[in-house]
C-alpha cells in the first residue's frame, strides 16, 4: 500500500463524499439511476381502496344505553376545546378546524368516562357526523339523501379501547337519527382497517359499493364503483379550502 504524506500513520487513507471515494468515479450507472427512479415512484405511489357502507335505522335503535363507565353526548364547543391530543388524537389546528366545522352544522359525538376526578372528565372517544354529504377528504365527496347522515373520522383514546366505544357512539347516532324519523347512517372503511370494519360489521351495517383512490402523492384520481354511483349519485364538488364540508 502506498504511503500518503498526509496519514499521520504513513499508510494510505481514503476519505469518502457521499458513497463515492474521493478521487474516484463519481458517475453513476444507468442501472443505479434506474433504480433510484423506481424506489421514488414506488414511495409515492398512492393506491387505497375504501367500502362505504349503511345501517337503516330502525324504530328500536331509540333506546340507548351507553357501556358500563361512559357517558355519551354530542360535544359543546366546550367539549371540543377539553379535547387533548393523546385521548382523541385531535392537535390544536384539527380542535380549530372542528370549531368551525360545528358552526356549520357538523356535529361531534364525544364519550366522557363517569367519576369525579377531573382528570377522568375529558372526551376520551371522538366521532364527527356530517349531515350533507359523504365525504372522505382527498377522495371521495357525494351528496347524502335528506334522511341520511354520514360518520367519520372516529378515534377511541388508547387507554380506553376494548370497550365498544366505537360501536357505542354509532347506536349513539342511530338513537338519534330514530327520534328524528331519518332514515340511514353511511360510513367507510379502508380495506386495511380491520377494527373499523369488524365495528361496522357488529353494529350491522351493509356495503353499498366501494372507490378507488390511485395516482401520486400530487396527482390522484378516485374511482367509485357503480354500485357506489347508483347509491349517492350526486357528486359534490370541492371547495379545495380546509373546512370542506
Not at 499508510?11 to 424506489?39: C, K, M, N, Q, S
Not at 357501556?67 to 377539553?82: K, T, V
Not at 357506489?228 to 364538488?237: D, G, I, K, Q, T
Request: hydrophobic share 35%.
Amino acid at each position: 500500500m502506498p504511503e500518503s504524506p498526509n496519514s499521520p500513520t504513513g499508510l494510505a487513507t481514503t476519505r469518502t463524499v457521499g458513497d463515492v471515494p474521493e478521487g474516484g468515479d463519481t458517475r453513476r450507472g444507468p442501472l443505479h439511476a434506474l433504480r433510484g427512479v423506481a424506489g421514488a415512484i414506488r414511495w409515492s405511489f398512492v393506491f387505497d381502496r375504501f367500502d362505504v357502507f349503511v345501517k337503516p335505522v330502525e324504530a328500536e335503535h331509540v333506546d340507548f344505553t351507553p357501556p358500563p363507565g361512559y357517558s355519551l353526548r354530542f360535544g359543546s364547543p366546550e367539549d371540543l376545546a377539553a379535547c387533548t391530543q393523546r385521548d382523541t388524537e385531535l392537535s390544536p389546528r384539527d380542535r380549530e378546524v372542528g370549531a368551525r366545522r360545528l358552526e356549520v352544522g357538523h356535529r361531534l359525538v364525544v364519550a366522557i368516562p363517569d367519576g369525579d376526578d377531573p382528570a377522568s372528565t375529558g372526551p376520551v372517544f371522538t366521532m364527527w357526523v356530517n349531515p350533507r354529504n359523504l365525504n372522505v377528504p382527498g377522495s371521495l365527496k357525494r351528496a347524502l339523501g335528506p334522511d341520511q347522515v354520514f360518520i367519520y373520522k372516529a378515534y377511541t383514546s388508547p387507554e380506553h379501547r376494548g370497550r365498544k366505544l366505537y360501536q357505542a357512539g354509532m347506536r349513539f347516532v342511530l338513537a338519534d337519527l330514530a327520534s328524528r324519523g331519518a332514515k340511514e347512517l353511511v360510513g367507510y372503511a379502508h380495506v386495511a382497517k380491520g377494527v373499523s370494519r369488524r365495528g361496522l360489521d357488529a353494529v350491522g351495517f351493509g356495503s353499498v359499493g366501494g372507490f378507488l383512490t390511485l395516482g401520486f402523492k400530487r396527482w390522484q384520481w378516485t374511482l367509485a364503483d357503480a354500485k357506489l354511483r347508483r347509491r349517492f349519485p350526486r357528486a359534490v364538488p370541492r371547495s379545495g379550502s380546509e373546512l370542506d364540508r
